[in-house]
């Protein structure tokens, strides 16, 4: 069966610092990909996806992920961290062959220090 | 806002009754998915519905079920409650079969005590 893993449950930056939120997809075959974000009493926000083309994926608030088949990779990254991105983040496959429903990592809690 | 709304926000119920989750989905998305969101076990998709239809089961239990109405809107119908059954249980809803990403409503956390 198909696995997220992301490494880190919680990471801390600081203002203004690199995000870099990792995550590994086990699958010989590329699935789809997202990175959800959820907020304190929220629900789940998508972030950005990949389903095929162009392995940089640009999403919103800045943040953007890489696709690298070779690592089975889709980590996560945002050049200046800002202290709203507090929050805690999810990535997802979407098997192929499934009918849409998504396979979630353990997810990565990030605090931004002042 | 997604555009996905689940009632109510909060349940709080005792062991052995039943309860009814209520998701309204995004306007004109026909796919609605169910997860549970729990501190041991993650994020956990139970069921998905497309236009009606039962499409895809993952770890749903046997004293849980789901439907989706002809007006798109879904029931999951959660009987016989354990204390192990607390969690978030969130509803998501897709035009199709999800390949642009599902989207989330707020949840409803359940405490079952």
């Known amino acids: 069966a198909q696995s997220v893993t992301q490494l880190g449950s919680h990471v801390s930056v600081s203002e203004g610092a690199l995000v870099l939120l990792r995550c590994n997809y086990s699958s010989s075959v590329p699935p789809y990909l997202f990175w959800y974000v959820q907020y304190p009493n929220q629900g789940l926000q998508l972030l950005l996806k990949y389903t095929t083309g162009a392995t940089l994926v640009k999403g919103i608030n800045g943040f953007e992920a890489e696709f690298k088949k070779s690592e089975t990779s889709f980590h996560l990254t945002k050049p200046s961290a800002h202290m709203s991105d507090a929050a805690e983040y999810f990535c997802?496959?979407?098997?192929?062959?499934?009918?849409?429903?998504?396979?979630f990592g353990k997810g990565t809690k990030l605090s931004v220090k002042p | 806002d997604s555009g996905v709304t689940q009632t109510p926000k909060h349940l709080i119920t005792a062991t052995g009754q039943r309860v009814t989750l209520r998701c309204s989905p995004r306007s004109g998305d026909l796919s609605v998915y169910w997860y549970q969101q729990s501190l041991d076990q993650g994020l956990q998709f139970l069921i998905q519905?497309?236009?009606?239809?039962?499409?895809a089961k993952g770890n749903i239990l046997e004293r849980f079920s789901a439907q989706q109405f002809p007006d798109l809107h879904s029931e999951l119908n959660l009987s016989s409650l354990e204390l192990g059954d607390s969690a978030l249980y969130f509803c998501?809803?897709?035009?199709?079969?999800?390949?642009?990403?599902?989207?989330f409503g707020q949840g409803t956390r359940l405490t079952v005590v």
């Open positions: 519905y497309y236009n009606g239809e039962e499409r």
């Open positions: 998501a809803s897709s035009v199709g079969e999800g390949t642009g990403g599902a989207f």
């Open positions: 997802a496959v979407r098997p192929l062959g499934s009918q849409g429903n998504l396979i």
